[in-house]
């Protein structure tokens, strides 16, 4: 047993040993040394690199990947900060921008460790980017290898399906691209992600199952059916994050190693772990090549 974590409940390991090398491949990283945007309740506390470690030593992660969380704004020295003390070897970053930003500070965001830009707009009232942004930033970014993260809603990716297609660069998309639990494989924009991910365009993380989701955490597990379709079609697209420090459940904070454990369950085979935790992360964020 180890000691609990900020925002994760629970202390127990995952029921499986994670391989060398495996990337916890989306988490958010607050810090009240750097100022913040709207509500100051939106920074959480104890949601530091420090707090993080603890989580990393519990679950066997050994490389991370932050996001910009909305309460920074554009501002991602919070990021470059948690890349700089996680080590550049073991951190990547996806940052927040506006398409003004000039290219000093783009050339300084990937040398930091920098490798996509994410839009979260699934939630209007809190957005700090727009759907408006999303065709010339990829502009600005494409010479660099970058990525394009995109937390929406499904039905904002059907609604916006023309411009998602168009995008000549990788796509990630957050959390099962948020597909409603009662519909899954049935939504339309299961057929829009899916054929993104076999053309070798996308990637999707399997990350966060319990957003939307109308069951207790005990009852059905309505993510299943998604990722063995993934699993079976698309292996090579498919990413795992534990989304710390949960910034969407304010009342209880899910258990890590619980999640995990529910990875292994829709990944059975071991191989098929590795390649999620370890080999696809590595070829998306540009980590050396996973110990064998």
């Not at 969380?69 to 501002?75: K, N, Q």
């Not at 600005?140 to 000549?168: C, K, N, T, Y």
């Not at 993380?205 to 299943?224: E, F, M």
């Not at 379709?229 to 795992?240: H, I, N, Y």
Request: hydrophobic share 45%; proline share 9%; aromatic share 8%.
């Amino acid at each position: 047993m180890t000691l609990p974590v900020p925002h994760s409940s629970g202390t127990q390991p995952p029921s499986f040993v994670l391989p060398a090398d495996a990337c916890d491949a989306h988490i958010h990283i607050y810090d009240t040394r750097f100022p913040s945007i709207g509500d100051p309740a939106r920074v959480l506390s104890q949601a530091t690199v420090a707090d993080y470690r603890g989580l990393q030593q519990r679950l066997g992660c050994s490389r991370t990947v932050i996001v910009t969380p909305t309460v920074y704004g554009t501002d991602n020295r919070v990021t470059l900060d948690a890349i700089a003390q996680l080590g550049p070897q073991r951190a990547r970053g996806v940052a927040v921008l506006h398409p003004d930003v000039d290219d000093a500070t783009l050339a300084r965001l990937h040398e930091g460790g920098v490798r996509g830009i994410r839009f979260t707009l699934f939630d209007p009232a809190t957005a700090v980017t727009g759907f408006d942004m999303v065709a010339p930033l990829a502009a600005r970014i494409a010479p660099l290898g970058w990525h394009v993260q995109l937390h929406w809603r499904a039905d904002q990716i059907v609604a916006h399906q023309a411009l998602v297609e168009s995008l000549a660069l990788p796509i990630v998309f957050d959390h099962f691209a948020r597909l409603p639990h009662d519909a899954g494989v049935a939504h339309p924009a299961f057929g829009i992600v899916t054929r993104l991910l076999a053309a070798g365009r996308a990637w999707v993380k399997l990350s966060a199952p319990y957003l939307d989701d109308p069951v207790p955490a005990h009852g059905p597990d309505s993510r299943q059916a998604i990722a063995a379709e993934w699993a079976a079609r698309v292996p090579q697209r498919l990413l795992w994050g534990s989304d710390w420090p949960h910034p969407t459940e304010t009342t209880t904070k899910p258990d890590d190693a619980a999640l995990l454990d529910r990875l292994a369950r829709w990944l059975p085979d071991a191989a098929l772990r590795r390649q999620v935790l370890v080999d696809n992360p590595a070829a998306l964020y540009g980590f050396e090549p996973a110990a064998s």
